[in-house]
């Protein structure tokens, strides 16, 4: 009987969790990840701008989670991908620098969501130059991609040109995809968004959308990186760096009115193997089609762009003389409106994916997270780009809803790191985090649940050197209060921040006596995440500094 009585028993909790199984399949969310390119978290109203609206971003941390202190392992684009597919910093996953060839053949998540029953996609701006895997579907950008008519590279790999607006066409290919898919099966996609990466060009309907805004210049514009031999090294100012023609679009060539020096570099270079030949008009603008930005623009397109940056801007430009501070600060205002412009689009579009959801009722079991690929300078210390340890490029904006598990308005403020999205996107799908993984899911912060410890520091390694922007590589810790970095190429130095007294990381305490204690502290730490994370090159660095 009693023998009986247990087979039963067996037999039933057997059902039992073959149903909770079922059940657990058919629960397991949609996620969708959309990943921006150079989006600023101080360019989003969500964390406090207060100059443009980002209603769309801004739902989704109504709706759900902000994280407060999220911050990147290697601040640029490539690598910051090669660390969301794999869990790992750069020194781990290979993928250090920009412009490599990411081995797709290491562990990814996806492939694990693939294992798991999950579909999976991949859509718009990857920059890993290799094709994905683990993607059921994919529907890439060649490299950094371009704004106007760009080429796509299916998973057939058929490279395709389109006629639109990339962020546009991002979000069609992803309804497309959406429409088509296996229904049966949960989803996991990213949309990949080429805004709001540089020449920033916007959408048509969004040109001049902030001429009206006069954008106060950051308290930090006109730094002297005065004991901060890295940030004077750089090569990153709207001052010198940013070029009126290409970024701002002063007299751009639009609509093939090409200069005489950019003329000569295309003969220069259509004449390269036989230096006697004489190009012909047609073949110089089809140079323009391939190599400029608005070399693919349509007439209707060209027509647009010609009206307000060749007749307004560029003849603003003219009239204005402009020289010294006043030049610097144009170029400034220029910058933001051009950005923030192309980021209306972005906004806009991740505005479509929330109403898809909403209208196809596919919202109550779809996860969305909204992040950006690093943070970005918006003229703090004088700068675009990012790179530096410092707290614009560092700090990414990361929100998320999920609706009936993560309650409206959550914030987290615990120290957050892009190695740890992997786990998270793992733990949401309840997928396996494979031991390798060096992050760690931060889905119960989200949940507002007790996870005992959590990280106190973050880790940090920047490589990508001297081109582009002339950046010193450097590895260090951000913790609550304080970052401590060390610098060991092109520059030698250490640099010390105490972010309490000095957010805006102007004075680097390195060295000085009264800060001895915490100095030592700091170094013990940064040297415990050298070790944990196995990152052997900058352990040689940091011995050899001692
Ligand atoms: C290009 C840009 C740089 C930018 C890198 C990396 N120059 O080289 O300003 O830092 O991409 O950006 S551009 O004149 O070609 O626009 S990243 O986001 O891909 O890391
Ligand atoms: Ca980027």
């Known amino acids: 009987m009693r023998r009986l009585y247990f087979l039963s028993s067996v037999a039933l909790l057997s059902l039992l969790f073959r149903n909770t199984d079922v059940i657990g399949q058919q629960q397991r969310p949609n996620i969708i990840f959309i990943l921006s390119d150079d989006h600023a978290y101080q360019a989003t109203s969500a964390y406090g701008n207060k100059y443009v609206q980002t209603p769309n971003i801004d739902r989704i941390a109504h709706e759900g989670a902000l994280l407060l202190n999220n911050f990147v392992a290697n601040s640029i684009c490539g690598p910051s991908r090669a660390t969301l597919l794999t869990g790992k910093y750069s020194h781990k996953n ?20 693939q294992q798991n029953g999950y579909q999976t996609a991949w859509i718009g701006k990857l920059h890993l130059g290799s094709l994905p895997i683990g993607f059921d579907y994919f529907n890439i950008l060649p490299g950094q991609g371009i704004y106007y008519n760009p080429d796509f590279i299916n998973n057939h790999n058929d490279t395709i040109q389109y006629k639109g607006y990339v962020t546009n066409l991002i979000s069609d290919f992803f309804f497309n995809w959406l429409e088509q898919r296996d229904t049966s099966k949960p989803f996991f996609a990213v949309v990949g968004e080429k805004a709001t990466h540089r020449e ?4 048509i309907q969004d040109l001049g959308a902030y001429d009206n805004i006069d954008f106060p210049l950051p308290e930090t514009f006109y730094d002297n990186y005065d004991r901060r031999l890295a940030a004077k090294d750089q090569d990153m100012t709207i001052d010198k760096t940013m070029r009126l ?14 200069d005489e020096k950019t003329r000569q570099q295309y003969i220069k270079y259509l004449t390269r193997n036989s230096p006697d030949a004489h190009p012909t008009d047609s073949q110089i603008l089809r140079l323009y089609g391939r190599w400029s930005p608005y070399g693919r623009l349509d007439e209707e397109q060209s027509k647009a762009y010609n009206d307000y940056y060749e007749k307004k801007i560029s003849k603003e430009f003219d009239e204005k003389h402009l020289t010294g501070k006043e030049l610097v600060k144009w170029k400034f205002e220029r910058y933001l409106k051009d950005y923030y412009a192309t980021a209306k689009s972005l906004d806009r579009n991740i505005g479509r994916i929330l109403d898809y959801l909403d ?95 959590w990280r106190k520091d973050v880790y940090y390694h920047y490589y990508e050197y001297p081109e582009p922007h002339h950046v010193s590589p450097h590895f260090g810790i951000r913790t609550k209060d304080y970052v401590l970095a060390r610098f060991y190429k092109g520059v030698e130095s250490w640099e010390l921040f105490d972010l309490k007294k000095d957010p805006n990381e102007l004075h680097n305490i390195y060295g000085d006596k009264q800060h001895a204690v915490i100095e030592q502290d700091l170094k013990d730490r940064l040297k415990k995440q050298i070790l944990l994370s196995d990152d052997q090159e900058a352990l040689k660095e940091f011995e050899k500094a001692l």
């Open 200 to 203: 920033w060009l916007p959408d």
């Open 94 to 113: 290979g993928y250090t620098l920009n412009e490599r060839t990411f081995d797709v053949h290491q562990e990814t998540f996806p492939v694990l969501l």
């Open 359 to 453: 209208s196809t009722g596919l919202a109550k079991n779809t996860v969305v997270i909204y992040a950006s690929d690093q943070g970005f300078y918006l003229g703090e210390h004088g700068w675009f780009d990012k790179r530096f340890i410092y707290d614009e490029s560092l700090r990414t904006a990361f929100v998320v809803r999920y609706p009936g598990h993560i309650k409206p308005g959550t914030r987290v403020d615990n120290l957050i790191s892009n190695v740890d999205w992997a786990p998270t996107i793992l733990d949401i799908a309840h997928t396996p985090v494979p031991a390798e993984i060096q992050g760690r899911s931060f889905l119960p912060l989200l949940l507002k649940k007790d996870v005992g410890d």
């Open 245 to 258: 023609k290409e970024d701002l679009k002063v007299h751009a060539g639009i609509g093939g009115a090409i």
